[in-house]
């Protein structure tokens, strides 16, 4: 019994470690499916019927978005900067447009993620605010 309530100790801990890489610096594991749950595009909320159905996956390297009818509506290589607070994406597009580069910023706390991204040739974004030409979106994870 002792030996069982270690282990699961143990794992509890890992699990918090783990969403928390972004808290000491380094850069948030992001892999998983979420759900969208809340937007802005050009310093305007998006509506919940704008938002409603529209998950996202992320691999090691790639992110898909994909619309309440399950189209993939973006498909993107990513990169993360892991020496800052929160982390810098550099997304480069697969779907709509091949080779469009979208930067960004990226936070994860727990089971939530914020993503907010300049269009391409805009200047990326140094808050979770909005402003033309960049889109946010909350994400919580749907693997739970």
């Known amino acids: 019994m002792t030996r069982m309530l270690a282990a699961a100790a143990a794992v509890a801990l890992l699990a918090v470690a783990a969403t928390r890489a972004d808290d000491r610096g380094g850069a948030p594991n992001l892999e998983g ?16 019927e704008e938002v409603k159905g529209h998950t996202v996956r992320f691999t090691a390297d790639k992110v898909v978005v994909t619309d309440k009818n399950k189209q993939e509506v973006y498909v993107a290589t990513y990169k993360l900067d892991e020496g800052r607070k929160p982390s810098a994406i550099t997304m480069t597009a697969l779907i709509p447009r091949k080779g469009d580069v ?8 727990g089971d939530t993620v914020r993503l907010i991204y300049s269009l391409p040739g805009a200047e990326p974004p140094t808050e979770f605010r909005t402003g033309p030409q960049q889109l946010m979106f909350i994400m919580k994870n749907s693997n739970k």
């Open 33 to 48: 499916g979420y759900t969208i749950v809340a937007g802005e595009k050009f310093g305007k909320k998006l509506s919940e």
């Open 102 to 109: 979208a930067r960004g910023i990226i936070a994860k706390d």
